[in-house]
């Protein structure tokens, strides 16, 4: 990728050690099915990192997050467990398994939903703004907002060029879910664009059946914070029929980049809407080619069940449409197969699919796209932020080369009131920290 471009770069989640099956998420139809089962956390991160060097390969640029720390003692400390920290995991194991699993959550590594990210060609005083998400919707994911923010504040540290936003307040009315309810939409990565923000419930509304877990009084705070133009900024509501057939994100039903909107047929509550407001909001910068998936081709279930749309979708180097990259779960769905057989053969705007291999994450719920956060940047953005994270393929061995000496490849639920396995966690932690120069989380 041409260093003198600006460009979308995908900054993944490292898997952490803890990675576990402990089916904490309400609506994530892939975490209560495998709640209980017995995780590999060391073959989820070399699957991941295996995804962030196929694009490190093709010419993309590509960023890493590191895990959190876990378990979060501090978590446990202030829900009154004492003493040391065997004994705080001990206590809490007896009294409240469901509090020691959200400690030990991995799920920072779905880092479509660290924060909501607006480039600079979009904001009004010419900076990137991050904005980390409150994920206040799920106890597990409420805790990680603190952390986030100041990995984001190391790596984005440079005020010239980016503004780094703490979470929005913690109430259900700003229930934020970050990236993973937001796409940007354009005609190129450097020109100014269209910024779609997706909510499941307007603040103080009830809704029957699974979370609705991003609120519109969330989506028009971050429209304001960021400095965002109301003229070029589009808020839809996701449809109720795909939240409670299991889509806990927009993102599990639409994804888009550049010109292109891919979404399910059943994505959103008013479809003609959404395609208008964004036509309207594009007027004079890019001619919209929206892909509409039929529920007749792909019912929702098969959607949700093979992630077809929590795929990244890449204007790829060489290639003059774009690439849809998609778990192996989607090649091996009949209806989604066939469904992308059909897509690539038409001379519509994406060309291609390929596959990628993430079936630790799946398993939780979180296929490509839930395992990357878009940023896009200048070259001057590029060069202002924090170095380390910035990915080729030596440092993704030096990576794999850490998880494979700390990390368990056999890690169940039981396993977290192990205060071994907890000090196993945190040193592996800090050898990844030392590897990507961010020791100053620590």
Known sequence: MSSTKTVEVNFDGLIG????????????????????????????????LEKMRMLVRAGFVQGVLPPLARPNFGFLVDAGFIGSDANILEQAAEQAPRLLKAAYSASSMWTANAATVSTSADTEDGRLHLTSANLSSMLHRSIEHPETTGTLAMIFEAEQAFSVHAALPMH?????????????LCGAHGDAGVELFVYGREAGESVDGFPARQTKLASESIVRGHGLNGARTVLARQSATAINAGAFHNDVVCVGTLDTLFFHEDAFADTDKVLEDIRRAADGLFDLKPVVVPRADVPLEDAIKSYLFNSQLLAWPGEDRLVLLAPMETQENPKTRAYCEALVAGNGPIGRVQFADVRQSMRNGGGPACLRLRVVMTPEERAACHQGVLLNEAKIDDLQAIVRATYRDRLSVSDLSDADFAEECLTARERLLHALDLSGLV
């Open 17 to 48: 050690p803890s990675h576990n099956y402990g089916g904490m998420s309400d609506g994530n139809l892939a975490s209560k099915t495998n709640a209980g089962d017995v995780s590999n956390p060391r073959e989820a991160a070399l699957q991941g």
């Open 172 to 184: 259900a009315d700003f229930a934020d879910e970050g990236a993973a309810n937001h796409v940007r």
